[in-house]
């Protein structure tokens, strides 16, 4: 049998949308997909190690993930819950997949609020973070003065009061400007204080959101929206890579990136491989829900590659604005460097989003090339946010019939809420103490790929997905390929796993206790979910233990939602003869 109906087992049947609708242009998937690259919380943390590890898990995981997304939401034409009707008792990661974008997205709107907050007082007739601004928005503290790159010391002064191995760590202004909006030092004890322009910035990022779903109410519109705006960002991106490279570089510091060494390549491997989860978005499963706007036949082995060459193409963008900033930082030490027993280092931390601003101060007219740099900033946040959502808010219909008559109030509701719970983030706390649920975030998302190769490949079955792939493709997938799905990538996720896990508790252990407790509620609670939901399908399922269990295993309602598509499907696995009656609904049926 090609499929089953949960009508048969005791259960509510999937009943598709079909409403929909699809893609403006094929093409817009892959834009939109490509548009997850631009994923901000791992690229703060810095851009490190070499592009061979890139494409190294490129090819052993990363395409062949996005292959296997793709397929459930394109065969499915549904999000990435309803799609787990391939195997129902899987069905929790689905659930667990919509706390983790919730969870991702109620502190993702930072990356849309800080560059807007740049961009904002980019407009000053003088940048407050060049050498010319810093000393009127800056005054000092405390009686020691600080250091920041704007007055480093020359070398006759250090060796006046030098002391045998001296250490000297100088600021960045714009990183001390971000500092300045919280009226405190960024340090891990700082006492809790809000900013009411990060409030702004960030109640104005949701606001602008909100108008976009309001305004782009329609797979359609909100298609054509999406494409415009991330050409718009790419070449937003592009012209500021061009510009940063007209910087006089020492482009041997450059090419490192790209030629590394050995030692260099291994150093890098860990925080390389947790940006290359980026390619999958800021939560998990986006690519599934962006997948099912997909017409049947479309061709996912060429977008995926696509997809991930267009995501590079982004990653490399980012690394060369990054390796030309911290190599700015470093050509200002370089006159220290025959000082014996001197170490001087510029704290170039948060590149390319923080440190970026007094490298843009240094260049000509620096307000137009600041709002170039942090509209573009701006604007990439935002689509990402959008397109989360986007993703979220179609799952969710899919799932859940009765809200797709109120999809107004359910999408400005939702976006209601994230707004409250990233106002934490207009912090000090909340801005510094992120990047450890963004951790927890990347540790998630890889243990969900995990189990999305045991539900699609060993549940599910070898045998039925490559016979679903070549039918929706209309071509050959290889048995090579399969097994390179099977054996190669859970081996590769298996160890991206443990350096997420160590990732997760470095950043915790210098974490505050808020971040804490949401971190407990919205990534580790959510995985009870997963054996909850497993003994609640397996309750609700008639039948003997031993039939109860298959019947959860086994694919139900599992078909091509087009109906010409349908009808060849069952056709070709020579099950004509099912007949389920998919609407015949009565009080015994369990919700």
Known sequence: MVYESSYDSGRRPFKPDLTRGYWAA?????????????RMDVVWMGLTGAIITYILCMFLFVVPIIVIQSFMGQFSSSGFISTFRMSPIFKGLGYISLFVNLAVLSYYSLFAAVPLLYLFHSLRPTLPWSCEGIEKWFPNSTEAEVK????????????????????????????????SVFDVSYEYKSPFLFSWELLVCTLLSWAIVAGVFYRFYNTEL???????????????????????????????????????????????????????????????????????????????????WIICLGQMGIFLAYAIITQII????????????????????VNDHYAPYLT?????????????????????????????????????????????????????????????????????????????????????????????????????LW???????????????????????VNMLRFVAPICLCLLLLVAILASFVRHSNSSIVILIAAVFLIVLPWLYLPGYMIYVFLQTTGSFKMRFQRCSRPMDWYPVEMEERQRYEEAMGNMEITHQLNQITDEVVP
């Open 326 to 345: 911290q190599g700015y930082f470093k050509s200002l030490t370089t006159q220290y460097a025959h000082v014996e027993g001197l170490y001087v280092e």
């Open 459 to 481: 549940v599910y079955g070898r045998v039925r997905f490559q016979r679903d792939i070549e039918f929706m493709l209309g071509q050959r997938f290889a048995t090579w390929k």
């Open 356 to 456: 970026s601003g007094s490298v843009i101060a240094t260049m000509s007219w620096p307000n137009l090339w600041s709002i170039i740099f942090y509209a573009m900033l701006t604007l990439t946040a935002l689509i990402t946010m959008i397109t989360c959502l986007f993703s979220i808010y179609q799952s969710i219909f899919d799932e859940f019939e009765m809200l797709r008559s109120r999809k107004t109030e359910v999408t400005l509701g939702l976006i209601g809420v994230l707004a409250f719970l990233s106002l934490y983030t207009c912090s000090n706390h909340g801005a510094l103490f992120f990047s450890a649920m963004s951790m927890d975030s990347l540790f998630t998302q890889t243990a969900l790929n995990l189990l999305l190769l045991l539900v699609v």
């Open 148 to 179: 920041h790159s704007c007055k480093m010391l020359d070398v006759v002064d250090i060796k006046a009061g030098m002391m045998s191995n001296t250490h000297i760590r100088y600021e960045v202004p714009s990183v001390l400007f971000f500092q």
């Open 222 to 304: 909100m298609s054509k929206f999406l494409r415009y705006t991330i050409w718009t960002s790419l070449i937003l991106l592009l012209i500021c890579v061009g510009r940063f490279m007209l910087l006089p570089n020492d482009w041997s510091y450059i090419f490192s990136y790209f030629m590394a060494k050995p030692v260099d390549i291994v150093r890098g491997i860990p925080s390389t491989v947790l940006i290359i989860v980026s390619a999958f978005g800021p939560g998990w499963g986006s690519i599934i829900a962006l997948a099912s706007f997909n017409r049947f036949r479309a061709n996912i082995m060429h977008y995926s």
């Open 26 to 38: 094929p093409s817009d998937f892959i834009y939109t997909c490509i548009s997850l690259g631009f």
